[in-house]
């Protein structure tokens, strides 16, 4: 189901997930709430850990950094192979911080032109209060930030690994869940988040497609990453990097496991 889903264009996920939303509204949203209020306070404490994954900043500042280094290694290269590789590279962490940025600030823009009370304020004015443009925290609810984030990152990473897309959006979706488990968001909200990230995802990545920047369309019509194999390359030169590290590493430690002298 998952995989299907992936294969949807930007237009169908967004179809999907409007659906998904209106039914929660109706349906889901007070049940939810109500359940996860009850919720074991370790528990909580625990989804309040997880639900930071859903910052941009872990991923923007990284992501941001290093197109700058590798633009610094690009100038200075003399290899033409090197080059190739850090340009390649390069391209992908655009792909990555342009993916992540765009939906959160369209997210952020968004919920707070809509301005749906948040369900710490269910009590007082129920699942379906909005001050449209208030710009407060307390109103900017519908969609989650976190879980644009979230999805974006996940659409990402299943665009380039397809191989690894079902354990990637299952993984993405469970970080996403975290937002209404803490209670910071309704079901629905997170659900549109989540959906609206990954639709911004596939979205760009078609645009880039028509570019023939990064992506490409096969005899068959369907976008592909270009450079596969210098991807493969530098995961495999990374992670022979990481084992030679860590085998250094071991070497200076005894068997008993205390450092030599």
Known sequence: MIERFSRLSAFEMAVAALSAVFGAFLILDPLVLSVTRDLNPDVRRFFRLLTDLGKTNWILIPSGAAI???AGLQAREQSLRRDVIYGYISKLMVFLFTAVAVSGIVASLTKNVIGRARPKLYEELG?????P???????AAFPSGHATTVGALAGVLAIIWPC???????????????????????????????????AFAYFLRDRLARKGWLFKRDQSGAIQLRGRTLLRAWTRAVSERVQVLAEGVLRRVRPGGAPRS
């Open 127 to 131: 699942s379906f209060e909005f001050r």
């Open 68 to 70: 700058i280094v590798l």
């Open 164 to 198: 690894a897309r079902v354990p990637v959006l299952l993984a993405g979706a469970w970080i996403a869940s975290t937002r209404f488990l803490i209670g910071s968001h309704y079901f629905s909200d997170t659900v549109a988040g989540y959906a609206f990230g990954l």
């Open 133 to 139: 443009f208030t710009f407060d925290y307390n109103f």
